[in-house]
Each structure stands twice: as structure tokens, then as C-alpha cells.
């Protein structure tokens, strides 16, 4: 299938499906009809049945939908079914807290190589990872087949570091630097902006 | 005016709408119409002008939006136009990390009290914030005068912590533990969930 035609809402649910399946599963719940699954998820029983259908999974009139199955099919839509290794750029605070996030690894994630300018921090080991020469990311990167990166540097000469991982074959990047990077083609930018989650929930505290 | 019937697609937009007016602001841009606020929103002409004026912005037929004007507007919107304190719950590696993030400040968010239930850490100085015993929330908080707070602890005994808050008075909370809570009545919780994010980017990485 083109994954490049699956909306963008779509595949920011698809995480939410799964997390919605893993919590039935440990539940012990065996099988799940649409509507249960769009009252869990927020959204209408069509569009549960229109989401799922991109991905073949029809379910079945008289018992619904398989959860272990659609969990598992979801997990390889997401690519979490096996560890992926991704590099990331800055061990200053934010970077090091990176590091030991269980959040990641229970999900799939593991961070690999890391990149630093900070001569301080160049050869030494971080929870674990040797911090290498952001000078030196045109050798390094290539060995550990990437094709995620989190940014978690400063924001000088931010668009140069995201060509250089483009080239280097990064596909999608985890932004948490709080400036404008424009993608380069083919890349994807997820930006994390806590900030901005902090002022939506200001306005609502006065709602 | 009544913020609760505000859509929350519009809530979500605002601080991106002061986003793009700071950098227009920045740019030494006076005004600017609704197209091209749609263009750097990424959103139709007819939906920036139906967002805006459910705070009373029309803007002006000759000229658009005044750009500091309703840069202003929005930040009063979003409560951002003055400090506003918050309370932390959790002081393990991502709450130091939070302290020390000039992002907050930068938008006119103030970490005040900060709690944990580890003796080793309780009374301590942390950033210029003294620690203090979760026990002690009761006491404590209410001189704060904060509306909101950051839930970065362990998951354990979470939901008690929430009811807690939620008796002293806060009204929304941004959550970077990753299980489920419930949240009180006339609560708003808002959820990092920064696995989410990358499953979506290693979805679009096969694309």
C-alpha cells in the first residue's frame, strides 16, 4: 500500500489506537466492536470503521474486531513491532533526560549514536552511548541505518544540521528546539512545543 | 465573553496564531491579511477569519489585522501577557530538566513550588526552588495562587495527587507521566506523550 496517501489525522490515530488496544488487551478484552472502540478513542464509530478499513482490517459483524490481531497489525503499521535506533543531536540537559526516558524503549525506540559540539562532552559515555563530533556526523551516522533523528540542540545553524541528516538518509525528525526549521523534501518535522501546550491550557484554566 | 464554548480546534490554533504574529512582528510586518495568515497557518482564509472573530477581531478591509494589535489581543486571550506561576509535582530527571527550560519563561510561564515524596530531595534548592514534601501540598500551594501545574512524577498514587490539585484549585494540568488519568470535574488535563509522536514520525519515515 502508499503509505504517502494516508491522511495525516489517520496516522496521528493510529498511535492512539494502539494504545487504546494494548489497555483492552491487558484487560483480558478478547475482541472489540467499532462503536466501544470510537467511544475509547473519542471519535465516531464511521470514522473507526473508515480508519481501519485504510489498513484492510474490516472486523467482523458478529464479534468485532480481533484486538490482539489489530494491536499487531497496528504495531507494524507504526514500524514499533521491532526496535528502531534513532540519533539525536545535543546532550545538554533536555538530551541527557532523553536518554533514560522508558517512555522510548518500551515503545520500540532506542537513541544510538549522539552528537555534541561541546568538546567537554566528545568521547565520553552518556547513560550508556559515547557522545560523538557533530563534525564527525558524515562517518558515524551511516553505521547505525538511522532513519529517525531527535533534535535537542541549540538553534544555530539548525537548518545546516537538518540538510546533513537529510543527506544522510533521516527520513522524519523530533524537533524540540523552539525555532522555525523549513523540511527539507522528504523529510518529515515533528515540532514539540511545550510552550504552546502550556498557553492552550492557560486559556482553558480561565474557561 | 463565555471561553468554555470557544471550540478547542480554535483554542489549539490561538497560540500558533501568536506564534506566526511574533515572527511577522519580528519581521517588521504592520499588517496582514487573512489569506496570508492562512498561508502561514496552513489553514483556509475563511477559518482564520471565522477563529478571529469569535474574540472580536475583523480586521480591515483596506489593510487586514493590525499585527501588534492582535499579537496583543491573543496573548491576553491566552492569559500570556502576564507571568503566571506553576506548581510541579516531581523533581526525578525531567522535572529538573522542566525547571531549567528557558521556554516557559520565555512565554510568560514561572515554575514556583515544586514537590516530591523523596526525603532525599525534600528541602533541598533546585534551580532557586526549595522542594517540598508532597505531604505538605495542603499547606503550601494555596500561597502560590497557581491555576495550574506539570505532572512529572511516577505513576503511582497518581489519581490522588490529581483529586488533590484539583480541591486546591487548579484548573489545568500538562502531564509527562504516560498512563492514564482521569481528570476531575472542571479539570483540563493535556497530555506529552512524546512515544506517541514517534510512532507517528517512524509511520511516515516508511512512507
Do not use: W
Amino acid at each position: 500500500m502508499d503509505f504517502s496517501k494516508v491522511p495525516l489525522q489517520t496516522v496521528e490515530r493510529l498511535s492512539r489506537y494502539r494504545r487504546v488496544l494494548a489497555d483492552l488487551q491487558e484487560d483480558g478484552v478478547e475482541s472489540v466492536f467499532s462503536h466501544r472502540l470510537a467511544e475509547l478513542m473519542g471519535v465516531t464509530p464511521a470514522q473507526v470503521r473508515r480508519d481501519l478499513s485504510i489498513f484492510g482490517s474490516f472486523g467482523n459483524v458478529a464479534r468485532g474486531y480481533d484486538v490482539v490481531e489489530l494491536h499487531g497489525t497496528i504495531g507494524r503499521l507504526l514500524g514499533t513491532d521491532k526496535l528502531q535506533t534513532l540519533a539525536m543531536i545535543g546532550l545538554g540537559n533536555l538530551g541527557r533526560t532523553l536518554l533514560t526516558y522508558r517512555g522510548f524503549q518500551e515503545r520500540g525506540f532506542h537513541i544510538g549514536p549522539v552528537f555534541d559540539r561541546d568538546s567537554e562532552k566528545i568521547g565520553k559515555v552518556y547513560a550508556g552511548r559515547r557522545c560523538y563530533s557533530i563534525d564527525d556526523l558524515e562517518t558515524v551516522l551511516p553505521d547505525f541505518k538511522c532513519k529517525m533523528a531527535i533534535l535537542a540542540c541549540g538553534s544555530s545553524g539548525l537548518d545546516a544540521i537538518v540538510a546533513r541528516l537529510a543527506d544522510l538518509g533521516i527520513r522524519s525528525i523530533l524537533n524540540f528546539v523552539p525555532c522555525r526549521v523549513i523540511p527539507p523534501q522528504g523529510v518529515f518535522i515533528e515540532n514539540v512545543d511545550l510552550s504552546a501546550k502550556l498557553e492552550k491550557l492557560s486559556f482553558l484554566s480561565k474557561a
